[in-house]
């Protein structure tokens, strides 16, 4: 395991479609402990591998001491909405007010290539749908009111 440098806004990798996982390999775990060690490492609470410089379509998410591994994931199902201050480790010393889904039910695979399906609501779900829009090359401050400076 290993830390991996977070590219920043402004690095092209950040705005490119991620590709499929097609198949689950020592390579594509080693990727997601170093994604675990790295977010950790900066005090995040998700990251998503084009974060890495990876183009490959997974995220991790860890809340309350719970760790979530999500590859190829999928959103199925959303409700509510709720606006909220958010930030990113790819957009350093930066904060927004973002419309968020209340609530989301998503599915995807963890490292066993097991199908996994989580049904979250409040910070959980905005994580997930916050890393998910990584794996379209959106950042937050494309949808964000009101981005502003924050000492960190």
Excluded: W
Excluded at 1 to 16: C, P, Q, S, V, Y
Excluded at 57 to 63: A, R
Excluded at 119 to 133: I, R, S, T
């Amino acid at each position: 395991m290993a830390l991996r440098n977070i590219f920043t806004e402004g690095d092209d990798i950040l705005r490119k479609k991620s590709r499929k996982v097609e198949k689950i390999n020592e390579k594509v775990i080693e990727i997601l402990d170093d994604m675990i060690d790295t977010m950790r490492e900066h005090y995040g609470i998700g990251i998503a591998a084009p974060q890495v410089g990876i183009l490959k379509s997974m995220f991790v998410v860890e809340l309350d001491d719970k760790l979530y591994e999500l590859i190829n994931p999928e959103i199925l199902e959303m409700k509510g909405e709720v606006e909220e201050e958010e930030g990113c480790l790819s957009v350093p010393n930066k904060v927004g007010m973002v419309k968020r889904p209340e609530y989301v039910k998503i599915k995807g695979l963890n490292r066993y290539g097991e199908e996994v399906f989580y049904e979250a609501e409040g910070l959980l779900a905005k994580a997930f749908c916050h890393e998910n829009d990584h794996l379209s090359g959106i950042l937050y401050i494309d949808k964000a009111k009101n981005v502003h400076e924050v000492d960190r």
